[in-house]
Nanobody, 127 residues
Framework: QAQLVESGGGLVQPGGSLRLSCASARFTLDYYAVGWFRQAPGKEREGVSCISSSDGSTYYADSVKGRFTISRDKRKNTVSLQMNDLKPEDPAVYFC????????????????????WGQGTQVSVSS
């Protein structure tokens, strides 16, 4: 059973928006740093955004700054990634991840730092 479950992927036109959600039956996500990553065919997995465990500090890859927003919903125990102005370079399988040892006001955009992953959700951008 996956530790985390992503949803919300799909096909949109360039300039469109999608909202991805990361949920967990195992983790109370409000207590953990959570990262979003993506992997396109033939490319390495890369960090997109993360939110820290303590104060909700957020971090973004340069390629998505100003377009993507990460946030928590404590009531739903989810972490969402709002993606606006999607571009042809954004299509990939998007994963969320968390880890026991990324704590405090910092979080990491390095995939190897995370131990618990979801199965991913496909995001496609095409006109």
């Amino acid at each position: 059973q996956a530790q985390l479950v992503e949803s919300g992927g799909g096909l949109v036109q360039p300039g469109g928006s999608l909202r991805l959600s990361c949920a967990s039956a195992r983790f109370t996500l409000d207590y953990y740093a959570v990262g979003w990553f993506r992997q396109a065919p033939g490319k390495e997995r890369e960090g997109v955004s993360c939110i820290s465990s303590s104060d909700g500090s957020t971090y973004y890859a340069d390629s998505v700054k100003g377009r993507f927003t990460i946030s928590r919903d404590k009531r739903k125990n989810t972490v969402s990634l709002q993606m606006n102005d999607l571009k042809p370079e954004d299509p990939a399988v998007y994963f969320c991840a968390t880890d026991d040892y990324i704590v405090g006001t910092y979080c990491d955009l390095v995939p190897d730092e995370y131990d618990y992953w979801g199965q991913g959700t496909q995001v496609s951008v095409s006109s």
